[in-house]
RNA sequence: GCACGGAUGACAGAGCGGCUAUGUGCGGGACUGCAGAUCCUGAUACCCGAGUUCAAAUCUCGGUCCGUGCUCCA
């Protein structure tokens, strides 16, 4: 079964192919660096990580691009407000982008180009489109002539021209534009602001030529796959088809048009007024980032996604199940593995069905993947396969088969659940269950806490029992005894 | 108004012509002094109407309801 995708452009599920065998050429819109990122973006960066590493995993040879747009109103505003330099601004945020991208184990993407350092470029396309007639000057800068190229209006949001036309007027509000469908190339400079020469004049450029400039630049007047969050298809992505069509003449310039869904909060939209806007930082105060992304990935990319108490609750039990797992066959690994038998899911035999039913789960896991990277389904063969080696952990068998159990889980799990997903942590994270001060503060005190309980426990006093508990718990401590005695850890 | 996308069990959310989705929650059982964790196990479903088909949650047509976009936004 070959890889499918969902071309916004086309409508449905494609096949994916790429121009060069083996190489993809994608392109994310990235970030108006002017504040921290929020959960929006942390859905959107994380779905096209999973698309980066899936298409790594089956093969292909990616070349990430994602820009940083570092000059729009917004970063001016902010300047004005603070009194900060703009630049200052953007490298702040540029450094808080990359750190809680890391946080959420997003791979880096190959370039990372910022638009002030193409302006030369944009310039080159926009007297490009002024000749071929698609582009028009103004007093206030340079506009894009949609009327031009008709055609190509609504191509990803079926939006129809002619029902635009018809309502329009001659509504230009108090800008230089001919048509109120037009959009900016060029903006000439206004007081006050930072500005680049042009033909036309000093001024800045227009938001959407950016994308086509740094796309085309890195990777050519055609390519694989652009992608970025469903508020971009109108009119960004449209005014880039506009663009990068009538300058190179070709069609399309982007094969595959991959938009992820929203996050919205409670069931309502994330925004500042409803004060329901989290970013990536607040939220991963209170949960593990590997948690967050666990939620964000637990679900198709193009879906909207609730973000929601029980969404977090749930991924951080799973996740939590996952990890523990993971540590148990880390610890049981051996350096020399005997051999394990061939899997079969029809054996009597508890381990040969297991490692059948593992097989059987990565299947499961690539026929997912391979369908529109529907990571919510390989989230589910992944906990699958956790259930299986959790059943085999808890069964009798030979110690070296037991070990070389683990050894094979534990490479399953990174496989899967780590390269792919990127839902683990480092292994020796795991191991070394970081030395917790707090623990070591109060360890002594919970200790003796413990031996009393386990007397009080021996001597069936269950309220002495139950009443160290609850002192425990006002310590922030909470108790569970297992196989292998009481185990505490903080609530 | 125009455009796009949805309606699946208590909840979240896959499947999109025949085969247990999955997870949380809930019921029963095992293990526990209790609780928790873990394991086994059970119940509950495909918005309405018509059609196509041997067979429809899945395709077609018609309804109803919901979300999003048409202004900066991942």
Redesign the pocket.
Known sequence: MPLQVHD?RR??KVDFSTMEPSKVKMY?????VY?L?????????I?FDLIHRWLEYSGYDVLYVQNF?DI???IIARSNESGIDWKNIVEDNIEAYYADMDMLNILRADIYPRCTEYVEEMVAITESLIEKGHAYIADDGVWFHIESAPEKY?LL????IE??RS?AGGRVAESGKRD??D?ALWKAAKPGEPTWESPWGAGRPG??IECTAMSMDHLGEQFDIH??????????HEAEIFQGECYSGCSPVVHHWL??????MD?????KSLGNFWTIRDICEKVDPLVLRFALI???Y?????M?E??L???G??H??LL??YKQALESMTENPVPLPQGDVSSPIPVVKSLGMLE?MAQGFAL?MD??F?S??A??KV??G??EI??VF?SEMEADDMAAFANHAVEWVEEFAGSVLGLLPQRDEILSKKVDPRREEIREQVEELLLK?AD??AS?D??A??SI?DQLNELGV??????EG??WHFM
């Open positions: 916004t409508r449905q994310v819109c990235g970030v108006t504040d990122c929020h959960l929006g973006h942390a859905r959107c960066y779905a747009t729009d109103d917004k609504g949001t079926g939006q129809n029902a635009v309502g109120h469908k959009f938001w959407h992608g970025g969050g469903q508020d971009l298809l109108f009119p960004h938009h992820n869904g929203f996050v919205n069931g309502e939209k994330m925004s637990n679900a198709h193009r879906s909207p996604i609730d929601n029980q969404l609750h749930d991924a039990r799973n939590g199940r523990e797992v059987k997912a369908d529109d529907n919510r389904e989230v589910a906990l699958g956790i259930r959790g059943k808890n309980r009080a426990r069936k269950w309220p029992a139950d508990r909470s108790v569970v005894d297992t196989a009481p185990e």
